[in-house]
T-cell receptor, first 116, second 113 residues
Framework: AQKVTQAQTEISVVEKEDVTLDCVYE???????LFWYKQPPSGELVFLIR??????QNEISGRYSWNFQKSTSSFNFTITASQVVDSAVYFC?????????????FGTGTLLAVQP | ETGVTQSPTHLIKTRGQQVTLRCSSQ?????VSWYQQALGQGPQFIFQ???????GRGNFPPRFSGLQFPNYSSELNVNALELDDSALYLC????????????FGPGTRLLVL
């Protein structure tokens, strides 16, 4: 079975602090994809990043960085120097190869509140 | 913006009624997926359509059905609405293939009274 766990339900930080959002996944597939999406209060899920299971290189995009560790089945997301506009719910998701679809399995999300 | 649009934005129905939600895909995308997101939860996969055929289905009863049209737009139909159907319904479009990213629309908030 495939599963994504985001143990942090809510995180509150003060602007300019760094924050890391944790994601642990379970899958029996050898080929899979991991994603992070951002959901602001408006409700739309905004795509942030996709990684495949064969690429364990960490990635940095501006203030965002991602740490993929296959050995611990984790795909953590760090925001450096957080800003109020980063306040949102963040979802980690998994897409496996066990079927015809690229359906996404989502975690329960982490609500990030950045205080000014 | 992703180019994926959904209508209506909000909807209120009563138990037992039927509802149709609509989605227009991003240009160039031939695959549409629908998700249900209950309050405080992550989205749950309902089904996916590729070239007008259902391509996979999640753990939802048959009263959840869908259509995809030749222009790749899509409908989600829910019959015999129940109170637990109250949720945000999200549509996502993508190109076919497991490695393709899904891009989401703004969602339709359905309230069943």
């Amino acid at each position: 079975a495939q599963k994504v766990t985001q143990a942090q339900t809510e995180i509150s930080v003060v602007e300019k602090e760094d924050v890391t959002l944790d994601c642990v996944y379970e899958t029996r597939d050898t080929t899979y994809y991991l994603f992070w999406y951002k959901q602001p209060p408006s409700g739309e899920l905004v795509f942030l990043i996709r990684r495949n299971s064969f690429d364990e290189q960490n990635e940095i995009s501006g203030r965002y960085s991602w740490n993929f560790q296959k050995s611990t089945s984790s795909f953590n997301f760090t925001i450096t120097a957080s800003q109020v506009v980063d306040s949102a719910v963040y979802f980690c998701a998994l897409s496996g190869y066990g079927g015809a679809t690229n359906k996404l399995i989502f975690g329960t999300g982490t609500l990030l509140a950045v205080q000014p | 913006e992703t180019g994926v649009t959904q209508s209506p934005t909000h909807l209120i129905k009563t138990r037992g009624q039927q509802v149709t939600l609509r989605c227009s895909s991003q240009s160039g995308h031939n695959t549409v997926s629908w998700y249900q997101q209950a309050l405080g939860q992550g989205p749950q996969f309902i089904f996916q359509y590729y070239r007008e055929e259902e391509n996979g289905r999640g753990n939802f009863p048959p009263r959840f059905s869908g259509l995809q049209f030749p222009n790749y737009s899509s409908e989600l139909n829910v019959n015999a609405l129940e109170l637990d159907d109250s949720a945000l319904y999200l549509c996502a479009s993508s190109s076919q293939g497991m490695k393709e990213t899904q891009y989401f629309g703004p969602g339709t908030r359905l309230l069943v009274l």
